[in-house]
C-alpha cells in the first residue's frame, strides 16, 4: 500500500500500532498518531510518536486555510487511492481525483434530495468506495451529518438508528441479510430511516426488508470504485439497478458474451455486439478524453500495467477505448438493469451456465443459514466446473442436509445444485463485505485442507452425504486433485 500510492507521511490510528510496527519497512516515513481511547496502545508502542494529530486538530484556526496552501492543486489531480477489494486477485490502489468525487456528491445530494436535517449511517470502513464518496462527499455537499460506527453491529443497529435519528443507509446486500436474520425488534419498528442507498440488494431481501422494516426509498445501484459509469435505481423498481431509458444518451453498453466460450462475441467486422434485452452481457463504459468535463473518464490505478488491463479498444470502432468492468449485467424491454455476476464467477457444468450470485439468491432464505457463499471446483476428468457451497449457520441453528437436499432440489435445475457443500463457523468475506473465493476454489473439497464439515450431494440417497471415499465413488465423482483450482 505504502510503496503504490508513493507516500510522504503516515497517520496510524492507535488501534493500528501494533501491526504497523511489525513492518519494519515503515520506519523510514514521517509517522503521526491519530489517539483512540477506546483502543489504547502500550506505553512501549507509542514511545516510537513524537507526533501526535489530535492536539494540532484543536489548536488548528477554525477559518478557511490560506488558498496559498492548495495552488497549483487541480481539479484532475488525485484526491484519495481506494484499494479495490482483493476478491480476485491482490488489491489495486484506484485513483479518485479531486473532480470526480466531487461531483459523486453534488450528483447524490440531488438523486436522494438531501439537506442539513439528514443524518447518514455509515457502518462500512472509511477505506470502502461508498463509505469515501457516496457518504462523506454528500454529506459535505449538502450539509448533512454522518454516524460512524467502527464496525457494523446487527445487534446495535436499530438502536443506532433511534438514538441518532439516522435518515440515509448506506448498505451492501449481506448487511441486509444480516439485520433480516436477526429476531424482530420494538426498536425496529416507526423507525426514522427515509431512504437508504447501496448495491447487493437482491429481489427477495428488497421485499422482506420493506415489508418488515417499512416503506422507504432504496436507491439500489451499481457500480465500482474505478468505474467511469455507473446506474442507479430511481423509482423503486424492485430488483433493479437502475433504468436507461436512451442508451444512445449515455456511454454504458453491454456486451454480448459467447455462453460456450464465456469471451466476448465479434460481429463480421471483427467489432464486439451490444446485448438485445434479455442477454447477459459485460458492463463497459465508453472512455471520454476531455479537458472541458469528468463525465465518463477513467482515470485507473497507480499502476500503469493495471490501468491498461482494464481497457478494451477497438470495440465498435476503431480507435475507440472502454472501461471493462468484469461484471455481467442484463436488461429488459423497458431498460430495466440487473447485476447477474461477475465475469469468473459465472462457471460451466453439464453443458450449462450456472451463475453464483443466482444460485447464491436462490438458497439464501434456507431456514437458519447466515451466510451462503457459490463458487465453481475442478473436478477431474469432468468438464467446467462443479458448483460448491459455503454454507455458515445463525448461532443455534444446526445444518440439516437433508432438508439443504430437499430446499436445493425445489428452487435449482439439476445442473446448478450444488455438488458439495462446506459447512464452517465464520464467512470468508473481505472487510467490504465482499465475499472472498480464491482461497476457496484452490482448497476445492479436498477436506484435508480445511477443518469444516464437508458434504457430498448424493441423489440414490436423496441428502447431502458426508465426505467419504464410498459417496464419491457412488456419485461417480474422484477426488480433489492438488493443483486444481
Known amino acids: 500500500v505504502l510503496q503504490a500510492?508513493?507516500?510522504k507521511i503516515v497517520l496510524v490510528g492507535e488501534e493500528c500500532i501494533e501491526p504497523f510496527l511489525e513492518t519494519p519497512e515503515t520506519k523510514q516515513w514521517p509517522q503521526w498518531l491519530i489517539p483512540d481511547t477506546e483502543n489504547p496502545a502500550s506505553a512501549a508502542d507509542l514511545a516510537g510518536f513524537d507526533n501526535e494529530i489530535a492536539g494540532q486538530v484543536d489548536s488548528a484556526a477554525t477559518s478557511s486555510p490560506d488558498p496559498a496552501l492548495r495552488e497549483g492543486i487541480r481539479a484532475e489531480d488525485d484526491m484519495l487511492y481506494i484499494f479495490t477489494s482483493g476478491t480476485t486477485g491482490l488489491p489495486k490502489a484506484a485513483r479518485y481525483s479531486h473532480m470526480r468525487w466531487m461531483s459523486s456528491g453534488d450528483v447524490m445530494e440531488v438523486t436522494l434530495d438531501t439537506s442539513g436535517d439528514d443524518v447518514f449511517y455509515c457502518c462500512l470502513p472509511l477505506y470502502h468506495g461508498a463509505a469515501a464518496t457516496s457518504v462523506v462527499s454528500t454529506a459535505l455537499s449538502s450539509g448533512a451529518s454522518i454516524v460512524i460506527r467502527r464496525k457494523f453491529s446487527a445487534s446495535r443497529f436499530w438502536s443506532d438508528v433511534r438514538t441518532h435519528g439516522v435518515t440515509i443507509f448506506q448498505y451492501v446486500g449481506e448487511i441486509c441479510r444480516y439485520l433480516l436474520n436477526r429476531p424482530e425488534s420494538t426498536e425496529e419498528?416507526?423507525?426514522?430511516?427515509?431512504?437508504?442507498?447501496?448495491?447487493?440488494?437482491?429481489?427477495?431481501?428488497?421485499?422482506?426488508?420493506?415489508?418488515?422494516?417499512?416503506?422507504?426509498?432504496?436507491?439500489?445501484?451499481?457500480?465500482?470504485?474505478?468505474?467511469?459509469?455507473?446506474?442507479?435505481?430511481l423509482d423503486n423498481y424492485v430488483g433493479s439497478c437502475g433504468r436507461i431509458s436512451d442508451w444512445n444518451k449515455t456511454n454504458l453498453r453491454l456486451l454480448r458474451i459467447d455462453e460456450e466460450t464465456q469471451t466476448h462475441v465479434r460481429d463480421e467486422n471483427g467489432f464486439y455486439v451490444h446485448c438485445e434485452p434479455g442477454e447477459v452481457g459485460e458492463a463497459v463504459g465508453f472512455i471520454v478524453d476531455s479537458q472541458v468535463t469528468g463525465a465518463g473518464r477513467f482515470e485507473g490505478y497507480t499502476s500503469t500495467e493495471a490501468t491498461e488491463s482494464k481497457i478494451?479498444?477497438?470495440?465498435?470502432?476503431?480507435?475507440?477505448?472502454?472501461?471493462?468492468?468484469?461484471?455481467?449485467?442484463?436488461?429488459?424491454?423497458?431498460?430495466?438493469?440487473?447485476?447477474?455476476?461477475?465475469?469468473g464467477d459465472t462457471f460451466r457444468w453439464k453443458s450449462e451456465n450456472v451463475s453464483t450470485q443466482e444460485v447464491a439468491t436462490e438458497l439464501g432464505d434456507f431456514p437458519g443459514m447466515e451466510f451462503i457463499n457459490i463458487y465453481g471446483v475442478t473436478v477431474p476428468e469432468n468438464e467446467g466446473r462443479a458448483g460448491m457451497a459455503l454454507v455458515v449457520m445463525?448461532?443455534?441453528?444446526?445444518?440439516?442436509?437433508?432438508?439443504?437436499?430437499?430446499?436445493?432440489?425445489?428452487?435449482?435445475?439439476?445442473?446448478?445444485?450444488?455438488?458439495?457443500?462446506?459447512?464452517?463457523s465464520q464467512a470468508d468475506m473481505t472487510t467490504t463485505f465482499k465475499h472472498r473465493k480464491i482461497d476457496l476454489q484452490k482448497q476445492g473439497y479436498d477436506p484435508k485442507r480445511f477443518a469444516d464439515t464437508l458434504y457430498i450431494k448424493d441423489d440414490s440417497m436423496e441428502t447431502y452425504s458426508g465426505y467419504s471415499d464410498e459417496v464419491l465413488a457412488r456419485n461417480a465423482l474422484l477426488a480433489f486433485v492438488d493443483g486444481d483450482a
Not at 206 to 215: A, H, N, T
Request: glycine share 10%; charged share 20%; aromatic share 16%.
Open 312 to 343: 478494451l479498444r477497438d470495440v465498435f470502432q476503431k480507435g475507440d477505448a472502454w472501461w471493462s468492468s468484469g461484471d455481467l449485467l442484463r436488461y429488459d424491454a423497458n431498460g430495466y438493469c440487473y447485476f447477474v455476476d461477475r465475469v
Open 5 to 7: 500510492t508513493n507516500t
Open 394 to 424: 445463525q448461532q443455534g441453528c444446526k445444518f440439516d442436509p437433508q432438508a439443504f437436499y430437499q430446499f436445493v432440489s425445489e428452487r435449482l435445475p439439476h445442473y446448478a445444485r450444488p455438488v458439495f457443500v462446506r459447512v464452517g
Open 189 to 233: 419498528k416507526n423507525n426514522s430511516l427515509r431512504c437508504m442507498l447501496g448495491a447487493g440488494l437482491t429481489s427477495d431481501t428488497w421485499q422482506r426488508w420493506v415489508k418488515r422494516f417499512g416503506q422507504l426509498d432504496v436507491y439500489e445501484g451499481w457500480g465500482a470504485t474505478e468505474a467511469n459509469t455507473a446506474t442507479i435505481n
